[in-house]
C-alpha cells in the first residue's frame, strides 16, 4: 500500500490522543523497572477494592491461590521420584515399580491442583462482577450527590468522563491482573524453590533463559497499547459512523440530503488510516518477536548445555537434570506471564488513578448534608440580594436579585435570552446555591434544610424534559416515587398534564415502554414527551412548581389547556413560569422581569405596561407580530 504526504497529515490528525487516553501515554512509554516499582501500590489499592466487594471471596481466592502453589511444588518435587525409578539399575518392571509411588503422587497432585484451579476460577468469577458492581455504584451515587453547579465546569465533566470512560472497567481489571500476576508469581515461586532445592546453579538459569522472551513479549505488548492507544479515538468515530450509517433515527435525513457517499467516504478514510497504522506495528511486533526468539533460543540452548555439562560432569544426577528441565519449563511460562501481567497492572492502575482522583474530587464537591428536613409547605418565598456566577464564567449570570413570592400566586419570569431567569427558577428549586444572599422558606434559610428535603417541595418541568426509558405509567409515578401508586391517581395526573388520550393510544396504553430502543416500544413527539412532563409534574403535588417553557413544544391549543391546568393548580401553592410567549403571563398574579441578570421590573401586567418600560417593549413587539399591517 502506497502512501502520500496527504496520508500522514491525516494520520497525524486522527492518531491524536484523546483527552481519556492521556494516562496511557504515561502507560505506553514507560520502562518495566518503573512499572516494578509502582506494582506493590497497585496490589494494595486491587485487593482493597477486592476486599470491599467481598471479604469471604477474596480470602477464599487468596487461599485458593496458595494452596495451589503448595500442591503445584510438590508435583514438581515427584517428578524426580519418578524419574529416579525409572532410570533406576534393575528389572523394567521394578523400575516402574520404583516409580508408581512418585507417580501417584504426581498424577493426585495435578488432579488436586486442578481442583483448586478450578474452584480459584469459580470464586474470581464470583468476585470480579462484584468488583465492577462497586465501583460503578460508588461512581454514580458520588456524581449524583454532587453540587449541580460543578457539571459547567469543563475541567470537572472531563475527570468525570476519564472515570466512567475507563475507570469502572480499570477497576474490575486491576483485580483481575492482581489475582494472575498472584496466580504466576506463586508459580514462578514453586519452581524456583523446587530448581533452588535440586541445584543452586539452575535458578540463574531459569532468569537467563526467560529474559529475552520477557524482553520481546513487553516490547511488542508496548507497540501494541500504543496503538490501541492512538487508536481508540480513530475506532469510536468510525463507529459512531457506521452507527448513522444503519440508525433509524439518522436514516430519514441521510437520504433526505443524500449523504450515503459522502459519510461512506469519511468510513473509508478512518479504515485507511487504521488499516496503515495496524500493519506498520504488525511489521515492528514481527521483528521483535524475531529478536526476541532468536536471543531466547541462544539463551535456552546455553542453559541446557549448562545442565548438560553438570549431568556428564557428575554434578547432576540425570533424574534431578530432567526434573529440572520440566521445572525451567513450567517457570518460563510463568515469568512471561508476570511481565505481560505487570505491564497490565500498571497501565490499567494509571485509569483507576483517574477514576480514584474523580472520587475525590466528587467527595469534595457534594451537597451539604442537613439533618433538618424541610416542611412540605410555605407561606412566603423570600429570595434576598441572591447572586450567582457559573464555574468559570467572567460575568454573573444574578446579581443582587430580591423578590418575595406567596402560597397562591401565579408569578411569571420574563426577559431575553441570558437575563437569568432559568437560572433563578434553579436556584428557586434548591439546585443550584447562591454565591451570596438567601432564599427562606417561612423565614428558614434553604441552608438549614437538606438539599434533597428542599427538592420533594418543589417540581420542575423543563424546557426539554428527559426521555426517560420506563413505562408510560412509571414517567409519571416517577415525579413521587412511587412505583405502586394507584391507576386512578396515575390517569387523574394525566389527564390534568393533557397526556391521558395520547397514552390510551400507544400499544399497550400506560404499560408501554417510551423507546424504539427496546422490543414493543414505542416513541413520542416532543409536544407529548412536552405534556408527560407535566403530568409528572401535576403527580407530584408540590408546594412549588416551576415551569420552564413548559409549553415549547405544543400546538396553540395544547398550549391554552396547559396554562388552564396551571391556573386551576396554583390554588394552594406557588407556581413559577418562564416564558418568551408574553400573552401567555398577562394573567399571571406577579410578573417578574429580568435584564443581563439584575431584576428589572415587578408588576402585575396592566402596571407594566403602564410604565412603558422592558416589558410593555417586549410585549409590544410580539403583539405586532400578530396584528395587520
Not at 516499582?37 to 480470602?59: D, F, G, M, N, V
Not at 516409580?99 to 495435578?110: R, T, Y
Request: glycine fraction near 8%; include cysteine; charged fraction near 25%.
Amino acid at each position: 500500500m502506497t502512501t502520500t504526504a496527504a496520508d500522514h497529515a491525516d494520520e497525524d490528525v486522527e492518531l491524536e490522543v484523546p483527552y481519556y487516553l492521556k494516562s496511557s501515554v504515561e502507560a505506553a512509554s514507560a520502562g518495566f523497572w518503573r512499572m516494578l516499582r509502582r506494582l506493590p501500590k497497585l496490589l494494595r489499592e486491587a485487593w482493597r477494592l477486592a476486599w470491599e466487594s467481598s471479604p469471604r471471596i477474596t480470602i477464599a481466592v487468596v487461599v485458593l491461590q496458595l494452596a495451589g502453589g503448595v500442591v503445584g511444588a510438590i508435583g514438581l518435587v515427584s517428578v524426580v521420584g519418578v524419574l529416579d525409578g525409572l532410570l533406576a539399575e534393575g528389572p523394567t518392571p521394578e523400575r516402574i515399580r520404583a516409580a508408581i509411588p512418585s507417580v501417584l503422587v504426581f498424577a493426585a497432585a495435578g488432579a488436586i491442583r486442578t481442583l483448586l484451579s478450578s474452584a480459584g476460577t469459580a470464586a474470581h468469577g464470583r468476585l470480579s462482577p462484584l468488583v465492577s458492581q462497586t465501583a460503578e455504584l460508588r461512581l454514580l451515587e458520588l456524581t449524583t450527590r454532587a453540587d449541580l453547579a460543578v457539571f459547567d465546569d469543563a475541567e470537572w465533566r472531563d475527570t468525570m468522563h476519564r472515570a466512567r470512560d475507563r475507570g469502572v472497567f480499570a477497576s474490575q481489571s486491576l483485580v483481575d491482573q492482581g489475582i494472575s500476576l498472584g496466580t504466576n508469581v506463586i508459580s514462578l515461586l514453586a519452581a524456583g524453590g523446587v530448581l533452588t532445592v535440586l541445584h543452586p546453579a539452575l535458578l540463574p538459569l531459569l532468569v537467563l533463559a526467560v529474559v529475552p522472551t520477557a524482553w520481546a513479549a513487553v516490547r511488542s505488548a508496548r507497540l501494541n497499547w500504543r496503538q490501541r492507544m492512538r487508536l481508540s479515538a480513530l475506532y469510536r468515530r468510525r463507529y459512531m459512523l457506521s452507527d448513522l450509517l444503519a440508525d433509524r433515527d439518522a436514516a430519514p435525513e441521510l437520504r433526505a440530503f443524500t449523504l450515503r457517499g459522502f459519510l461512506l467516504g469519511e468510513v473509508r478514510r478512518l479504515l485507511d488510516v487504521q488499516t496503515r497504522a495496524q500493519i506498520r506495528v504488525m511489521e515492528q511486533q514481527v521483528k521483535t518477536t524475531l529478536v526476541g526468539t532468536a536471543l531466547g533460543a541462544c539463551a535456552t540452548g546455553l542453559t541446557y548445555t549448562l545442565m548438560i555439562w553438570l549431568l556428564m560432569t557428575g554434578r547432576m544426577e540425570l533424574a534431578v537434570g530432567g526434573a529440572a528441565a520440566y521445572a525451567i519449563g513450567i517457570g518460563i511460562g510463568a515469568l512471561s506471564q508476570v511481565a505481560f501481567t505487570v505491564r497490565h497492572l500498571y497501565e490499567e492502575g494509571l485509569s483507576f488513578a483517574d477514576y480514584q482522583a474523580f472520587c475525590e474530587l466528587a467527595r469534595t464537591h457534594a451537597e451539604p448534608v442537613r439533618r433538618q428536613t424541610a416542611p412540605r409547605a410555605f407561606e412566603e418565598l423570600r429570595v434576598e440580594n441572591v447572586s450567582f456566577r457559573y464555574p468559570g464564567a467572567e460575568k454573573q449570570a444574578l446579581t443582587d436579585v430580591s423578590l418575595t413570592l406567596r402560597r397562591g400566586q401565579t408569578v411569571a419570569l420574563v426577559g431575553e435570552n441570558g437575563s437569568g431567569k432559568s437560572t433563578l427558577a434553579k436556584i428557586l428549586a434548591g439546585l443550584y446555591r447562591p454565591e451570596s444572599g438567601s432564599v427562606s422558606w417561612d423565614g428558614v434559610t434553604l441552608d438549614d434544610y437538606g438539599p434533597e428535603s428542599v427538592r420533594e417541595g418543589v417540581a420542575v418541568v423543563m424546557q426539554e424534559p428527559t426521555r426517560w426509558p420506563l413505562r408510560a405509567k412509571d414517567n409519571i409515578v416517577i415525579g413521587r416515587y412511587d412505583r405502586d401508586a394507584a391507576d386512578d391517581a396515575v390517569v387523574a395526573a394525566a389527564q390534568a398534564g393533557d397526556a391521558h388520550d395520547f397514552i390510551v393510544e400507544l400499544p399497550r396504553q400506560y404499560e408501554t415502554l417510551l423507546s424504539r430502543h427496546f422490543t414493543d416500544g414505542a416513541d413520542l413527539s416532543g409536544g407529548q414527551w412536552q405534556r408527560l412532563a407535566v403530568s409528572r409534574a401535576f403527580f407530584r403535588d408540590a408546594a412549588l412548581l416551576i415551569c420552564d417553557e413548559p409549553t415549547a413544544n405544543l400546538d396553540a391549543r395544547a398550549e391554552h389547556d396547559v396554562y388552564q391546568r396551571l391556573r386551576e393548580l396554583a390554588e394552594g401553592r406557588t407556581v413559577v413560569l418562564i416564558t418568551h410567549r408574553l400573552a401567555s403571563v398577562r394573567t399571571a398574579d406577579l410578573i417578574l422581569v429580568f435584564d443581563h441578570g439584575r431584576l428589572a421590573e415587578q408588576g402585575d401586567h396592566d402596571a407594566l405596561m403602564a410604565r412603558s418600560g422592558l416589558y410593555a417593549e417586549l410585549f409590544t413587539l410580539q403583539a405586532e407580530a400578530y396584528s395587520d399591517r
